[in-house]
């Protein structure tokens, strides 16, 4: 059976056809124009859909990969940064316009099936895929599977607390870890430090900066105790880094280091590595649904 995967982000959708074998037959990347609004969404959803529909009338799978996630009281798309969608039903608002079983995961859980089966994690039995960027999300894989949780919730260790009475977070709470770690947070951490007010990758070059020791120590301090806390929680077998964050080489050495000083354990060597698929994630992914 063919499959196409559907990865609606942001800015982009980018569709994919694949083989059995998970071999990529047809590829496009289309923008996502949510200004446009959602019904825009649809339209584009359907008309990459029905491009990358093999010629032969033989049984096909869809799945898309999008922010958000899905509501289990209702069915609806919630928190998701492409505030188009929140409130609706994506599923079945597709299902009806393709015509077609849709099967539908947020980006963080398609990106650590993705890892787990074909990416850097594939020969691990419990996986922590993490995403770092925009904003800080996880998806957690058992056996090659997405574990999801009782509450549908399992990996989202972007929104556990790490000071108490610290920073103030879009979802109402105070401290949680994407307030410290992802890109936004960082580049507001570097432009209190030092009067500057700069992107990221800027931020990296300023290595001579009187400022930088101190953002560098803050930002894998914190990075540390969040991936430390997963690490006595859940004990995974890999956790594989992925978004704009992931390629932070420090990451890799002294903050790696640093979570294991901070492990409940004498012994401590839970492979912290980079993604292997990119941005490319997301579509395997959501072949794999």
């Known amino acids: 059976m063919k499959k196409i995967g559907i990865d609606l982000g942001g800015t982009k959708i980018e569709g994919i ?9 047809t590829r496009k990347r289309i923008p996502t124009n949510q200004d446009n609004g959602y019904n825009s969404i649809l339209e584009s959803i359907k ?70 089966n074909l990416g850097a994690g594939k020969d691990s039995n419990l996986v922590f895929g993490v995403i770092m960027g925009t904003g ?28 108490n009475d610290g920073n103030r977070c879009y979802c109402g709470n105070s401290g949680c870890v994407e307030t410290y770690i992802s890109g936004p947070s960082l580049e507001q951490n570097w432009s209190q430090l030092s009067g500057l007010n700069q992107s990221l990758p800027e931020i990296l070059q300023n290595f001579n900066n009187q400022h930088f ?6 930002f894998i301090d914190n990075f540390a105790l969040s991936l430390s806390n997963v690490i006595d929680i859940l004990d995974p077998d ?8 992931s390629n932070i080489d420090f990451l890799y ?20 590595v ?5 941005d490319s994630a997301g579509v395997f992914g959501a072949c794999l649904l």
């Open 213 to 218: 020791q101190n953002w560098k120590k803050s």
């Open 238 to 245: 890999m956790i594989i880094l992925g978004g704009g964050l």
């Open 253 to 272: 050495d002294e903050a790696k280091n640093a979570v294991y000083d901070k492990v409940f354990s004498d012994a401590v060597d839970t492979p912290i």
């Open 47 to 116: 008309n990459l859909c029905m491009e990358l529909m093999p010629e032969s009338n033989e049984n096909i799978s869809i799945g898309v990969c999008t922010p958000g996630a899905l509501s289990l009281n209702s069915g609806l798309i919630k928190n998701s940064n492409t505030q188009c969608l929140i409130g609706k039903d994506l599923q079945n608002d597709l299902k009806n316009i393709l015509h077609h079983d849709i099967s539908i995961e947020n980006d963080a859980n398609c990106f650590a099936l993705a890892e787990a």
């Open 17 to 25: 056809l694949v083989d059995d074998n998970y071999k990529t037959i």
């Open 274 to 278: 980079k993604n292997l698929l990119g």
């Open 136 to 163: 800080v999300g996880g998806g957690i894989t058992i056996n090659g599977k997405i574990h999801h949780g009782r509450n549908n919730i399992a990996g989202e260790w972007g929104h556990h607390c790490l000071h």
